[in-house]
């Protein structure tokens, strides 16, 4: 008999013991793998988020899928994030979940008006958001960027996820900016830039950045050119072409390594001078010049060409930052900031806010470049 | 291995450090980088975990000394041979007070931030429900066992925070570590009260002191389980700095955890890796929640030797959760911490020391035989 009890009671704790409060099936869960924040006219945002579908995602070569779609995108209003999040789950058969969103994409007219922190504020707070998820600001819509039909990838995600991933390859994309960094620069008040994604017909292209200053507004965006400008100045550049004219014919430098190196005269406080030293190192990498670049004194002149091109770029794209953007996204500032503690706290607030000093201060700019290797040959043609 | 190895129902050397580590090492690697990041500026706190640890190193020293001094006995034998049984009886009574404030806070603090990250709709009340269950269950058993617990579970805990700090490697920026130097010397004192903080708990081992077989060596053994969580605080908040930099730690709750979410290994099941993070560091919370618990128990029935231990579980487990569940948000778990933390400190810290200053005024030494 006591046996008997003893055993229903052991059997009775089992009901409470194996279940699990929180326990949400994977079937049941709606992933989101992208974002996409919209400003409306009244001051409300448009939420997208992009669902995976798992059995379309499952077919196993992207052609056969065609017919069928592998992700579901939706859209709710609302005049906070949350609450637009919460109507979906009206819509939609599984609820959002968030833990596997790999990119936010902000409109760039939310950035114009500011309001990137009231946007970014749920995606740090809320526990199931990851830090990692990049932040990218989208030409005109948002939402578009979610819709473009990738021919090689399977989600819209994973295709801007993916090419976001390339400034190993290309020297005018940013480095990925995650929420993690955003919640940084927000708390720090400094001016930064963040990549862009903008579509064009089928395609998107990261090429490029949008400016902001320190009160979070979207400046405006650097171009190809000028964003290569940037990444020289912050040393986040690791590849590269680079074309100039040797003899009025073209020759493009494939650079390999770059780094950069800033020293500042602070000794007038108030108009610190800084120093930029840029050493790059690459390739020849194609050459339609009828010199042989072999010859010592040709690879000299190619070299100086090359820095001097180099040295244009950076110079273009201050020019813009200063005068234009009046915002540093160069990295002066952290330059103050760590070797400078005791000047950069005294100009901290007029530096690219109030009476912003950047936009007058001095920088001498100097490009030195090594050319290793020019390839198999010494000139194509007689 | 021998077989009876294990049946003499004493602790050696390894035991009492890897307590003493476990012990230490407990919530407050998680929230310690906010703390200090609040007080100073950059990554300068690492003066403030040099000049906290120092301190707790010297009060480690001085609860060794304790040990060494009157060897097999427990806190409750100490204070009676030093002063008188009144006194020691209060003293002692005092000391159950605060672990068992201790284990009410470690469960409850458990419980907030297995919400946060790991259940969304279960209750607080049903996390810390269970969790006591467990540590009720691990009480009930002999003390020994709880402290040859920690052999298995320091291991894990440690290298699971290995993983974590390794994992961000990649993201470590030695910029944010920069500038050094900057902050004046009185914030850099109050971030060390934050440091000294997270170092409380060790001192139960006073209770412990009665299984412990080599009380000469016990300086040693406190000593370098202080040493292990000197060197991890000091490390994770290295880490969280250079990966957030000082003005994000400051504005996350737990940066710590934080770090361990940002881990990302592709491919499925790992992608979550703070599940991983956090079910180990239950292991952590739990030992030292059963340990505090444990030596409340030892201090009570030191007191009051009539009543049955069980006895006391059943008593006192209802009581630790009713107390647990008195803050009602995040500040107020918070400052009910910092509370005990000032508890711990005078009467984890301080009693020792006075012990100690009046064993040594009087000459008392501890005999091992009347032990």
């Known amino acids: 008999m006591r046996k008997a009890l003893k055993a229903t009671g052991i059997m009775m704790a089992l009901v409470v013991l194996s279940g699990c409060w929180d326990r949400v099936e994977i079937e049941e869960r709606g992933f989101v793998v992208g974002t996409a924040i919209d400003a409306t006219d009244s001051a409300a945002f448009v939420l997208t988020f992009q669902f995976v579908l798992p059995s379309a995602a499952q077919s196993k070569s992207p052609q056969s899928g065609q017919s069928g779609k592998s992700f579901q995108n939706l859209s709710a209003e609302g005049t906070t994030l949350f609450k637009a999040a919460r109507k979906m789950s009206n819509e939609s058969s599984r609820p959002p979940y968030m833990e596997h969103n790999k990119i936010i994409i902000l409109s760039e007219r939310l950035a114009r008006e500011g309001r990137i922190e009231e946007v970014l504020d749920l995606f740090i707070r809320d526990h199931e958001m990851r830090r990692a998820s990049k932040v990218m600001v989208s030409v005109g819509e948002a939402k578009q960027m979610l819709e473009v039909n990738p021919p090689i990838e399977r989600l819209p995600v994973q295709y801007i996820n993916a090419t976001s991933e390339n400034p190993d390859k290309s020297e005018s994309i940013i480095p990925p900016t995650t929420i993690g960094h955003v919640q940084r620069y927000l708390l720090e008040e400094l001016s930064y830039a963040i990549p862009v994604v903008r579509k064009t017909d089928n395609k998107v292209s990261l090429s490029g950045a949008a400016v902001f200053n320190a009160n979070n507004r979207l400046q405006g965006f650097l171009d190809h050119e000028q964003t290569t400008g940037r990444n020289f100045f912050t040393g986040t550049i690791r590849a590269g072409a680079i074309e100039v004219e040797l003899e009025g014919r073209p020759v493009v430098f494939e650079l390999k390594k770059a780094s950069r190196k800033i020293t500042a005269n602070v000794a007038d406080r108030e108009h610190p001078a800084f120093d930029v030293h840029v050493s790059a190192e690459g390739n020849v990498g194609e050459s339609y010049a009828n010199r042989d670049i072999l010859k010592p004194d040709a690879l000299a002149e190619l070299e100086k060409k090359v820095g001097d091109k180099i040295a244009a770029i950076m110079e273009s794209v201050l020019v813009k930052l200063q005068k234009e953007y009046r915002s540093d996204i160069l990295g002066f500032g952290n330059y103050l900031n760590e070797n400078h503690y005791a000047v950069w706290k005294s100009i901290r607030d007029d530096w690219d806010r109030n009476r912003n000093l950047f936009s007058r201060c001095r920088v001498n700019i100097r490009a030195d470049v090594k050319i290793r290797i020019v390839g198999a040959i010494g000139k194509s043609q007689l | ?371």
Not at chain 2, 44 to 50: C, R
């Open chain 2, 1 to 371: 291995m021998k077989s009876f190895e294990y049946g003499d129902g004493e602790i050696g050397t390894m035991e009492v450090s890897y307590g003493v580590c476990n012990m230490v090492i407990g919530f407050g690697v998680l929230t310690l980088p906010r703390t200090l990041a609040g007080m100073t500026e950059s990554s300068d706190a690492w003066m403030s975990i040099v000049l906290g640890g120092a301190v707790a190193l010297g009060f480690g020293w001085m609860v060794a000394s304790l040990m060494a001094r009157f060897p097999k006995q427990g806190f409750r034998d100490m204070a009676a041979a030093v002063s008188n049984k009144a006194i020691a009886n209060a003293a002692t009574l005092i000391f159950a007070l605060y672990t068992l404030l201790f284990v009410s806070y470690e469960t409850r603090a458990l419980a907030n931030i297995s919400k946060l990250y790991l259940f969304d709709r279960t209750p607080e009340e049903a996390i810390s429900f269970f969790f006591l269950l467990v540590v009720i269950y691990g009480v009930a058993g002999p003390s020994i066992s709880l402290l040859r617990l920690n052999l298995l579970f320091l291991p894990a805990v440690l290298s699971i925070l290995l993983v974590v700090l390794a994992m961000n490697l990649p993201l470590f920026n030695v910029h944010n570590l920069k500038p050094a130097f900057i902050t004046d010397w009185k914030g850099v004192a109050s971030a060390s009260k934050g440091t000294i903080f997270s170092f409380l708990g060790f001192e139960i081992f006073l209770f412990y002191n009665a299984w412990v077989n080599k009380p000469g060596k016990a300086r040693r053994a406190v000593l370098s389980g202080l040493a292990v969580p000197f060197v991890v605080y000091l490390l994770v908040f290295l880490f969280v700095i250079g990966i957030f930099g000082s003005v994000v730690v400051r504005n996350t709750l737990y940066p710590t955890a934080e770090l361990a979410k940002q881990v990302e290994i592709p491919g499925g099941f790992f992608e979550r890796f703070e599940s991983i993070f956090f079910t180990i560091w239950v292991m952590s919370l739990f030992n030292t929640a059963v340990m505090a618990f444990d030596v409340t128990l030892i201090a009570i029935r030191a007191v009051l030797p009539k009543t049955g231990r069980m006895t006391w579980i059943l008593i006192l487990g209802p009581v630790v959760y009713l107390i647990a569940m008195q803050p009602q948000s995040v500040t107020e778990i918070e400052t009910f911490g910092e509370w005990i933390s000032y508890a711990g400190l005078a009467v984890g810290w301080g009693f020792p020391a006075v012990l100690l200053l009046a064993a040594a005024v009087r000459r008392v030494k501890g005999d091992e035989k009347s032990a």
